[in-house]
């Protein structure tokens, strides 16, 4: 059985930092491509950053150079550590995980990060 255990959310002040967590179980991790999407309230889910099985990264324009998408197979964990957090990055972030680009995949649970003073 797959599955995606997301973590690492918080309330945090604006200019903070948090690292999301997402620990994979049940996949073959190392070959897939993970992906970190985001949706506030009221709004369409958005990829974030995207990390593909050879280790190629792509960012959403919006969180360029703040953001950072990373994979350790050894624990078959991917991360997205967030600096310079700002009050639009506030939603609820998931994983996805995939096979190949365009497919539905897998996803996690979602973790909430807040960014308010």
């Known amino acids: 059985q797959v599955q995606l255990v997301e973590s690492g959310g918080d309330l945090v002040q604006p200019g903070g930092s948090l690292r999301l967590s997402c620990a994979a179980s049940?996949?073959?991790?190392?070959?897939?491509?993970v992906g970190w999407y985001r949706q506030a309230p009221g709004k369409q889910r958005d990829l974030v950053a995207r990390?593909?099985?050879?280790?190629?990264?792509n960012y959403a324009d919006s969180v360029k150079g703040r953001f950072t998408v990373s994979r350790d197979n050894t624990k078959n964990t991917g991360y997205l550590q967030m600096n310079s957090l700002k009050p639009e990055d506030t939603a609820v972030y998931y994983c996805?995980?995939?096979?190949?680009?365009?497919?539905?995949?897998?996803w996690g649970q979602g973790t909430q990060v807040t960014v308010s003073s």
């Open positions: 990390i593909t099985s050879e280790g190629i990264t």
């Open positions: 049940g996949i073959m991790f190392s070959i897939y491509h």
């Open positions: 996805n995980v995939v096979r190949a680009l365009g497919q539905s995949g897998y």
